[in-house]
């Protein structure tokens, strides 16, 4: 089935093909309504065809698409202006196309901060263990998922990996040849699983201690997902030096960017670095307006509101079915199960009953729903996961 296209097969997606989307839901072309709690992976932060986003595209479209960073780029100075008034540490940004290109950036800031500050042999990054930032050679590298890396050739130099939430592994990991730490607030593809608030804090003051560079990817849980603009800010005094966004900030327009202090992207000067796409006109357009959007307080406390209802469902379904479901995971909107069937088999289950989920690593099913679910929603959603626990009682336990 999935070699009678001309696509490289890295996809294995299901027959289903979704032709219109209102709000939280698709629909297939003979009408079939999917509930739709993945939304392009914590993507369509305002649900599919929202006017807000979709005028702002429509009427950029009708002015111009495309000058390039070699000409002035308003849209983008005035989100670059958004972005820093609404984050402490903020004051430089770079647009890029996505959030593998946004890491990139935010590597290169930290090693070329390193080298211009005269020490050019800091140049290591340091990840976690389940970290993924993106599918490029540095990216993958960064991440240091094995899984990801086989096949393709050496790995690259400058980059330790380190077991998640192991502070002495990490005291001991870090040495002068150390750029930066690089760390999800909330890591989404390796199992939904937050760094407490305290952590964050820590390696804030670690960083400081040793003169590196605290690099934050909020590609996934950023955006007001969490119920803060950005995840890390549920922590004080935490804040980062370096941060990568892109996902949500886009709502489904292909979009990222690099922030970082004025100190860490001082040497990014002309000729540095580039992007023939990076704040496009198109894309500022769509990403003004959903910041906009997503910024405004009553907004944030409608994902706080509508997430805390979903966390309470799902601690009974995880009563009611201790056979199912291991753990609750995650922050705000960007939530799961550790589930002790096979998550895709679930997940399997749950599209044929109208509910797109997706899955993370340590077997989790994931869910990242629009930020516009109503509690409606969400009790649609556990209806349906109450069926297909029931049937997935009959599995197999997960076998890691
Ligand atoms: C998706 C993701 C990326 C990569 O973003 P792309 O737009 O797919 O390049 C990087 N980091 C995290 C945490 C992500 O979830």
Not at 312 to 339: A, I, T
Request: hydrophobic share 40%; glycine share 12%.
């Amino acid at each position: 089935m999935a070699h009678d296209d001309n696509l490289y097969d890295c996809y294995k997606p299901p027959a289903q093909e979704f032709v219109r989307g209102e709000g939280a839901y698709l629909y297939t072309e003979n009408g079939d309504k999917y509930l739709d709690f993945i939304a392009g992976i914590s993507v369509n932060c305002l649900g599919h065809g929202n006017p807000i986003t979709v005028n702002a595209l429509k009427e950029q479209a009708d002015k111009v698409w495309h000058v390039s960073g070699m000409f002035q780029l308003t849209g983008a100075k005035q989100l670059a202006k958004k972005y820093c008034d609404a984050l402490p540490f903020a004051e430089k940004v770079f647009f890029t196309n996505s959030g593998a290109e946004a890491i990139e950036c935010a590597m290169k800031t930290a090693r070329k901060y390193h080298y211009d500050n005269g020490n050019p042999q800091r140049y290591e990054i340091i990840t976690f263990q389940g970290a993924f930032h993106g599918r490029t050679f540095a990216t993958i590298n960064a991440g240091g998922n094995p899984k990801y890396l086989k096949g393709f050739g050496p790995n690259l130099p400058g980059f330790v990996h380190l077991p998640f939430g192991d502070h002495d592994a990490l005291k001991e990991a870090i040495s002068d040849k150390t750029a930066a730490i690089l760390v999800e607030p909330v890591q989404g593809e390796g199992g939904l699983r937050p760094l407490p608030e305290v952590c964050l804090r820590s390696l804030r003051e670690l960083c400081d201690e040793e003169g590196i560079l605290l690099i934050y990817d909020e590609v996934q849980c950023g955006a007001s997902r969490t119920g803060k603009l950005f995840a890390h800010q549920w922590a004080e005094n935490a804040e980062p030096d370096i941060m990568a966004v892109a996902k949500g900030v886009g709502g489904g327009f292909p979009m990222g960017a690099c922030i970082a202090t004025k100190a860490a992207a001082a040497g990014m000067v002309p000729g540095t670095h580039g992007s023939t796409y990076g704040g496009n006109p198109l894309a500022m357009a769509v990403g003004n307006a959903v910041f906009d959007e997503i910024s405004k307080p009553e907004f944030l406390q409608h994902v706080v509101k509508v997430s805390n209802f979903l966390k309470q469902q799902f601690e009974s379904l995880k009563d009611e079915f201790p056979d199912v479901v291991d753990e609750l995971r995650g922050k705000g909107l960007l939530c799961g199960m550790k589930l002790k069937k096979p998550a895709l088999d679930v997940r399997k289950m749950a599209l044929e009953h109208g509910l797109l989920g997706g899955s993370a690593g340590d077997n989790t099913l994931r869910l990242a729903p629009a930020l516009i679910i109503t509690e409606d929603h969400v009790r649609e959603a556990v209806g349906i996961l109450r069926k297909c626990f029931k049937e997935a009682q009959s599995l197999d336990d997960f076998e890691g």
